[in-house]
């Protein structure tokens, strides 16, 4: 199999050279990292790639995992890349010296992810969600609870999850329901039934550990009176040997895709002999929860964007191999005697991979821009810097999360027309990707919730602030661009697209100052992709502009193709996406009130 | 399992009061039925479904058809399928009284294969192949070949397959190589392969009669040089026993969907003795076939849009029962302690069902506008009216056939979302109406064949008297509805749209005037998608405008409720699809180049 599934290159050009990595090197907290080493480090990770992900990938889908007797049943594989994930330095990368870890920029560690995602999207769950329940371990957890479980999942030896949803509370976590009753001997006692529980049982992990939404006893209703909790699969007794911990196993969802990554539905005391300790304060489970959640969108973002990338990698290669059909000649007809052409030279064909490309590569680049934030955010050295990228990276984290998941279904389904017939068999990954990738509208939030909580919070969030931010981010490019003439007339239309949202918001802000939030946010969705095609035109515009620079300065580190190649899809993105946005502003200027439930059902 | 699959009074609703089936009724062709006795011909089709379709679509899906020592094995529900369709007229009821048919209109067929299709799109196809194939043999086969094939076929003791694509052809059908030889004994020696046949081979199947398209030694190159064989797996001796003729079952394609109904990769006279009759004329095979291909078309339209009415179903069902999350109160708050709502009282999940309810009952007027013109045509009384009723047919087809499979994609992708987490989950049906859903834009030409045959064929034919035609028709409801103060904006926006297809045509045409074909039709998948948008919202005018009449004289054959949603979905079409096409206009007028191939190749 050709190992082609990630552009290495891009993914190098949009981390340096467009997010420029270096300036996030010159701070304090990374200061034993240099760019070699690192490009080094996510070298070693596309080799490892290579290696031990993309070879199991279509194994895992028709090996699925499987439930058995208390038991998960995955790909032995699962062991392997967890324990190598420990071995490289994946799982502790990002944190602290003191803590075990490597200090490595976020971006780095997303780079390096995003390729084993674009390799086999099954695997990198595993050590991500472990290496997200050390964090909260970590930042919340006690000395003691620190030590005893973070260092055996930094290594991979031991797996961690995130337990929220439950069977009758799907995403509304308010109805939280799983029960932590105190006891005398610092541990509380875990009931409840948690579902949807990715990585959450295996038979190969010597423990698992579980950080658990629950309700203290008399705890206050709604989301307020929701703790956090650490419950492993097998408690350690004082002699440090394993103990079983009552964490039942009680099936794994069969899903459409992702088969290799486990699902499952976890009972916690069954046998009222389930222990779980407190991290961090009584009734804040949730705020702390949701101070990882930003990583965990960025990560559900980047594994969409890769398997965007590796379903363009693979259809493009397909379309530069299928001989089929031939041009039509000047009198409208084709010649039988002529030789086929490759499909890649049918105009329409060329219009997918464009698309696929466009969107792939541009998701890339929001991600690593979402990362710069990150990282930005957490080693700033003012206030003011803490404030702006605080605001700025919640601003672009629900688009962050939705566009690569929604778009990106878009372009893999491009992807799979693109071999025609094939793209539907088994025997080619192109339905694999398609079937993947759509659980990453629906992950850590889905698609309406992301788009509720853009306009509903993140728009307001301090008066607007953070809005305003991010169109002074956009601005910038705009101004530059406009003073290249071939990228005017683009930087042009996008300026006049960043204006008309402010239109849009004037139509729709007077709804929620009356109070009538569910008309405000009825077409919360439609703003979601009207904003999301305006900040991705704003990354393309911004990679033309450096390909624009280094094509004329002739500071070239890539081929000229290279760079006009760039150019061209961005003007892809201006003539087929960036129109889409039209139709969205009618849609949302429209007084047409049909989606909120009236006096009658009318939907019938 | 409920048996919600299909709206029952929808689909009557559009079939006798808005395309009127009793006008077809009156043709001398159909006299001998009448409303009451085809009414009781859809119901028994609805029973059958119920019976035996419907409760074998997830178990089909979970034991697809495979392939084993040169057979194809499938569910034994295949057998049981083709001759219940055989006993109640399903396979013979277009044909004619005299080759043992019943004459029923092709539209009641379509309105009772379209309950099939949402209730099982696995078993559907192997009839209506048969079916297919039969016509063609009544159409253009000699007399004995009528006599010796024919009535087994109708009574679904044997399948029918069409044998088109080649290994090394895909969709480029003037590349067919397959061989037929003369022989001196009134048959051709047949050799070849064929891939992607449908319902080609079955374990239960007593035989199979193949039509082939194949070369005859020395015929011109490319597509004037087909002709037409039938081939059948067992061929008839002079005693009447069957003897294998040859046909080899190589392979069954194992693909994401629609995994009951076999795709077989044929292979004829690998031991030189496969013999085939010519069907019709020398070289005249492709023209034959293609004389069925606007109902093959049709049909793949109908599966399409049958899915996405099964899904809507499905997931309406769950927005009705599942409870989760709460209103946002005048504070932006929610009160934990209230009640749980309905999903479906979310505007979010309420626009994904109107998004779903429009597509779905959108596309099935197009596929019974269809089916209405195709009738018309064939009883058609005066060379004016089989003009008119030709061109206007051949318009649609296109956009019939592709609408449906790609705007269905969208609606069953919206039903997944429904249902969140359990949407992804093989417990529930969505994901499999979304993984059988998507081969529907591929099948019978792809939606990029079929936009440059609306662009490239049927725009320019008969110097435009086509669209013409279709432009006529639309406006016709346009001025009737103008006189409805209700929906008088409604048909002035459609005015509008309609005169900017217009606009678009002129400045595509002189490309094509000066012989730039490709430059013509690069952007011919948007212009389907343009066109298609606006005959479904002239489809949505239509109900509504007949709904508002229903409602204002009184004259309802429904509950007012069941009118008043029709508008309010006519509403939901206007508000969130309609303006699409102004993002498509604004990409088709666009003077960007950029997915023709230049000098260099930017796609990398």
């Not at 479980?149 to 030896?157: A, E, R």
């Not at 206030?383 to 605080?390: F, G, I, L, R, W």
């Not at 502003?585 to 009318?602: H, N, P």
Request: glycine share 6%.
């Amino acid at each position: 199999m050709s190992k082609q599934y990630v552009d290495v290159d891009t993914l190098k050009y949009v981390l340096y050279d467009i997010h420029k990595l270096e300036h996030i090197l010159d701070r304090e907290r990374y200061q034993d990292h240099d760019l070699e080493s690192l490009n080094l480090f996510i070298d070693s990770i596309k080799d490892f790639s290579d290696r031990e992900l993309y070879p199991y990938f279509k194994e895992m889908d028709e090996t699925p995992a499987y439930h058995k007797d208390g038991t998960v049943y995955v790909h032995e594989q699962v062991k392997k890349v967890m324990q190598k994930s420990g071995e490289l330095g994946l799982i502790s990368a990002i944190f602290d010296y003191e803590d075990g870890g490597l200090q490595i920029p976020f971006s780095v560690l997303q780079a390096a992810v995003y390729i084993m995602d674009a390799a086999n999207n099954h695997l990198p769950g595993y050590p991500s969600l472990t290496q997200g329940a050390a964090e909260l371990i970590v930042e919340f957890g006690s000395n003691l609870l620190k030590e005893k479980y973070v260092p055996k999942m930094l290594s991979g030896t031991w797996g961690g999850t995130m337990c929220l949803t439950e069977p009758q509370a799907g995403s509304s976590l308010s109805d939280v329901v799983t029960k932590a009753t105190p006891t005398d001997n610092g541990y509380y006692k875990i009931s409840g039934q948690k579902i949807f529980i990715s990585g959450g049982d295996y038979h190969n992990a010597d423990n698992i550990i579980h950080l658990v939404l629950a309700r203290i006893d008399n705890a206050p209703k709604g989301t307020k009176g929701i703790s956090l909790f650490l419950v492993p699969k097998h408690r350690i007794k004082d002699d440090n040997s394993l103990e079983f911990n009552d964490v039942t196993t009680v099936a794994d969802f069969q899903k459409m895709g992702q088969r290799g990554y486990c699902t499952t539905h976890l009972s916690f005391g069954d046998n009222e002999d389930c222990r779980g300790w407190l991290v961090g304060e009584e009734h804040k489970g949730l705020a702390q929860m949701f101070l990882m959640m930003n990583g965990a969108r960025i990560a559900v973002g980047r594994g969409a964007a890769a398997i965007a990338m590796a379903a363009y990698r693979t259809s493009l290669q397909y379309a530069n191999e299928r001989p089929q059909g031939r041009k039509l000649s000047a009198d409208g007809k084709k010649n039988p005697t002529e030789k086929q052409s490759l499909i890649i030279e049918h105009p329409d064909v060329r219009r997918m991979l464009m698309l696929q490309k466009a969107i792939a590569e541009g998701s890339l680049s929001l991600i690593l821009l979402a990362s710069k934030y990150h990282d930005i955010l957490h080693t700033a050295t003012s206030k003011e810097e803490k404030d702006k990228y605080h605001l700025l990276l919640e601003m672009i984290i629900p688009i962050v999360k939705t566009y690569p998941s929604e778009a990106g279904v878009l372009a893999v389904n491009n992807g799979l027309q693109t071999l025609g017939g094939y793209g539907f068999c088994t025997d080619f990954t192109l339905q694999q990707y398609y079937r993947d990738i759509r659980i990453f509208s629906i992950y850590e939030g889905t698609t309406g919730i992301q788009s509720q909580d853009l306009l509903g919070r993140k728009v307001p969030m301090e008066n607007g602030k953070a809005l305003e931010l991010l169109a002074a981010e956009i601005m910038k490019t705009i101004v530059e661009a406009s003073s290249d003439n071939d990228l005017k007339n683009y930087a042009d239309e996008l300026s006049n697209k960043l204006q008309q949202s402010q239109q849009i918001l004037s139509k729709l802000m007077p709804f929620a100052l009356k109070g009538n939030y569910e008309r405000y946010l009825a077409d919360a969705n439609l703003f979601m992709e009207y904003l999301s095609i305006v900040v991705v035109s704003w990354l393309w515009l911004e990679i033309a502009l450096d390909a624009s620079i280094q094509l004329k300065n002739n500071t070239k580190k890539y081929s000229t193709i290279f760079y006009e190649s760039k150019i061209e899809t961005m003007k892809y993105y201006y003539k087929y996406e960036l129109p889409k946005i039209d139709a969205l502003a009618k849609s949302l200027m429209s007084d047409e009130e049909v989606t909120i439930k009236k006096d009658k059902e009318y939907i019938i």
